[in-house]
DNA sequence: ACACCTTGCTAATCCGATTTAGCTGAACGG
DNA sequence: CCGTTCAGCTAAATCGGATTAGCAAGGTGT
């Protein structure tokens, strides 16, 4: 792409000194001597030339490219997952690496063919994520390689994994309904489903869910009942509408993804119901929505970004990787939705 | 990153060729005479080694890296811009090559860092990206290179821009008021205002308002009232509260973007006015939020994917690049916010 | 029979860095 | 005065490919 780069030898030559010289000068290493004044002449060269060194000249060398690569099924799917790359690529600029995106949108061949290209580029890790909790076997090309799996779990793979606390996550949503007063008329709307087409994709649900009971036993609570439905907004509507025609009354409503929250606001206003005058609701996600919504949503974030910097950071953490499994939290996001219960 | 890769070496090798052999023969390149037995021979060996040339080694003396740098403000301020990056990667994908994601988050400095952190890797060329249409002045580093603006444009730039055909979209919009029997008590949401801080941000605002006012014009109608207002939910809600306060009855309201569509849902819901019975709704960009409204809202959809998706397409495209505007079509999608007026 | 092409291949160089091996001159010790 | 040590540097190899220059064998034309 034009103009012809300053080069090291270039470099060199203005500095009168053998380009071996300029590179150890450059490069600050102490293990050649090098003297004071040659080492300045060096430096105000390169200032001089605005020599910038080729960073893919001396990855041919150093088999290390400063570049990481990051594989995901789907980036755009879920509205917030920029986020995740934001974090990933803030924690690799930290550290002076560039990150490749690569989306594969399930496709196991598509998948193969850009971990291909990223490996034939010479990068030093790979991210391997997910844009929703799940397990996941990775490509056979990953295996052996630097790998960190973000937001996802693969038990046969030598590899740390980076995911949601979403165990701790029903807890708190438990814990925060039962400090405002809720033992009773709790309804889970959105239960253990995650995605339907997926089994294993229940892992958000089923440990949202876990969490939440558990803590409300503890309580002396518990939940009234749960519906099982798909998480999203015309589902949300769907069954809070049924729910309430059925002559159900709920205190509460625990909506497991902050689109059936969406959904369940819509059917209790038509129902004429307020949030949270009659219904306090608790949600998970933090979506964008979230906030804009009225009254604004009390959810629990899943933090994307810390997801991605955690993953980045592991990778360009010097040593061996661990196959542990790292659960960032997913902090309440207190709003407006979720009050007392009005006695009566 | 682990394990000796298989290099040409080894492949000639096992071929029983020299490595300038087995270099001709796996390029595929006819001005140097390989007889069909060699190249068979190497291409058979290195399909049993497995061979994958290394990119980086190539790029050093080819000059070309197959990669691709993204230069942008804000990856994730709009909840939809995944999609331009998702629409650059495809395009890049379709021709082998590979996506670097930087985001300098209006930081000068920090921007000139990351372009020249690209540089350093040998991109062949970069887009520059805004994730909202506006003029921009892309850092000295980029001069000369090759570079397409993405929804953004500079006129002293010599560069091409891809950027929304924002003002074919605004005619649009009154295209369709009109086809539904709009003509009066059109009221204009949002008016050219965009982004508060950002005195050039108006460019999409002033666009729309330039298509709109256009045809409704030309079709024998016109706007009652245009408030300005910044774009977002609250606006929207604050607004058009305001405006049925004071005893407005708009027929059809015209909202510069969706999240002002969602605060004008609430007002007019509180107000006890039904959309699209009472009031029509027409939007500009179709975030997600616009289909799971109910009504279900129609918009003039921003077209990211495809912006995304042309400024790589044209970077990867033979020859030098011109420096023209490409507008992309917004298209219209019609959902349930907007009916024919009620008679009275 | 000799100059002249072709064909089919290889040796050597290059790309821009890093790194290893080795060389030179001064200081030092005995 | 001679061998040793050490500071300070350079030549050359290396990384994995692409590319240029050139060479040997066989065929052609005259």
């Keep these: 792409m034009s103009e012809r780069r ?19 000068a450059l490069s600050g290493r102490t293990d050649m001597r090098i003297s004071d004044a040659s080492r300045e002449r060096v430096l105000a ?8 060194p080729n960073v893919t000249a001396r990855s041919l060398r150093t088999k290390s490219t400063q570049t990481i690569g990051l594989v995901s099924d789907r980036i ?13 690529m803030e924690a690799a600029r930290e550290r002076d690496h560039l990150l490749f995106i690569t989306e594969a949108g399930g496709d196991r061949a ?15 890790a790979v991210v391997y994520a997910s844009m ?15 790998v960190v799996l973000l937001n996802c779990l693969a038990p046969d793979f030598d590899a740390p994994s980076v995911v949601p606390d979403e165990f701790e996550a029903g807890r708190d949503a438990a ?8 033992t009773e008329g709790i309804w889970a709307i959105g239960g253990h489903q995650a995605v339907p087409a997926t089994p294993e994709g229940i892992i958000a649900g089923n440990e ?47 909506c497991l993804a902050d689109r059936v929250s969406f959904g369940a606001y819509q059917a209790l206003g038509e129902a004429g119901l307020s949030v949270p005058g009659d219904v306090s609701v608790i949600s998970f996600d933090d ?43 997913m902090p309440l996001q207190s709003r407006a939705s979720l009050a007392a219960p009005t006695s009566g």
Tied chains: 1, 2.
């Design 45 to 52: 060269a390169a200032r001089d030339l605005g020599y910038r």
């Design 287 to 329: 979506q964008d929505i979230a906030s804009v919504l009225r009254p604004a949503l009390t959810t629990l974030r899943l933090p994307h970004y810390r997801l991605g910097h955690l993953a980045m950071e592991l990778i360009l953490r010097p040593g061996p990787l661990e196959a542990v499994v790292h659960r960032v939290p």
């Design 175 to 182: 814990r925060a309904l039962l400090a405002a007063g809720h």
């Design 132 to 146: 929703f909790t799940r397990y996941v076997t990775p490509p056979k090309e990953l295996f052996g390689r630097r």
């Design 76 to 88: 755009t799917t879920t509205p917030f997952a920029g986020e995740v790359i934001r974090g990933a």
């Design 208 to 254: 949202r869910m876990r969490g939440l009971e558990e803590v409300l036993r503890e309580g002396g609570a518990r939940l009234e009942g749960v519906i099982e439905c798909d998480w999203d907004t015309l589902d949300g509507h769907r069954e809070v509408s049924a729910l309430l025609a059925a002559g159900h009354r709920p205190r509460a409503l625990v």
């Design 110 to 124: 598509a998948e193969s063919s850009l971990v291909h290209a990223l490996l034939d580029r010479q990068v030093d």
């Design 6 to 24: 300053v080069t090291m030898a270039d470099v060199a030559r203005r500095a009168g000194v053998s380009p071996t010289t300029a590179s150890f």
